[in-house]
């Protein structure tokens, strides 16, 4: 069964920064797009950023663009988060998610099949 | 950017009973939806994808409809396992996937 577990939140300062791991397992990691999510009490659930199997093609919410970075190593089955500037709004558990996608008629749908456990990232001074 | 609204925010139901969660989106985005289930201190769950398709391994009493900017899920029979906070998600990638959440459903068994 696919597994996916996340490390490296903890307590950072305000304007540090921090990279995230989400460490891929009983899967294909280099067949699959992945995704990042947060998760605050205040504002639920929140999409980041989706990059492509081969690293070719990112994007990302308005709301962290320039500021969050995702890439991967397939050779490591390893995906990561950068995060830079570090503020408060940032506190949240932070989530991986594989991207799973299928073909119906002339459309592709996506929808996410495989979460980790999560990373709390706490913003404090 | 696409806006999900889910109805209502939190609600009480009884084993057994028929329960409906209600999102809407801002614009048609076809069939482009998701539902999730999740539990105090765990990852969101996948229960059904492209509207209405159940995920394998999931009951037959979830069940999920609509299309254009109208989604539903339906619990048809609740158990005591479904308390939980469900939430939608608009998957729709035109011009490019900027996926949404709706904010959530608070399911309480009485």
């Known amino acids: 069964q696919a597994q996916l577990v996340e490390s490296g939140g903890g307590v950072v300062q305000p304007g540090r920064s921090l990279r995230l791991s989400c460490a891929a397992s009983e899967f294909t990691f280099s067949s699959f797009s992945m995704n990042w999510v947060r998760q605050t009490p205040g504002k639920g659930l929140e999409w980041l950023a989706l990059?492509?199997?081969?690293?070719?093609?990112?994007y990302y919410a308005d709301s962290v663009k320039g500021r969050f970075t995702v890439s991967r190593e397939n050779s490591d089955n390893t995906l990561y988060l950068q995060i830079n500037s570090l503020r408060p709004e940032d506190t949240a558990i932070y989530y991986c998610?594989?991207?799973?996608?299928?073909?119906?008629?002339?459309?592709?749908?996506?929808?996410?099949?495989?979460w980790g456990q999560g990373t709390l990232v706490t913003v404090s001074s | 950017d696409i806006q999900m609204t889910q109805s209502p925010s939190s609600l009480s139901a009884s084993v057994g009973d028929r329960v409906t969660i209600t999102c809407r989106a801002s614009q048609s985005i076809t069939s482009h939806v998701n539902w999730f289930q999740q539990k105090p201190g765990k990852a969101p769950n996948l229960l059904i994808y492209?509207?209405?398709i159940l995920q394998s391994g999931v009951p037959a009493r979830f069940s999920g409809s609509g299309s254009g900017t109208l989604f539903t899920l339906t619990i048809s029979s609740l158990q005591p396992e479904d308390s939980a906070t469900y939430y939608c998600?608009?998957?729709?990638?035109?011009?490019?996937?900027?996926?949404?959440f709706g904010q959530g459903t608070k399911l309480e068994i009485k």
């Open positions: 990059i492509s199997h081969d690293e070719n093609t990112k």
């Open positions: 998600q608009q998957s729709y990638t035109i011009p490019i996937p900027m996926y949404t």
């Open positions: 492209a509207a209405s």
């Open positions: 998610a594989r991207d799973r996608s299928m073909k119906m008629g002339r459309v592709f749908f996506h929808w996410f099949d495989t």
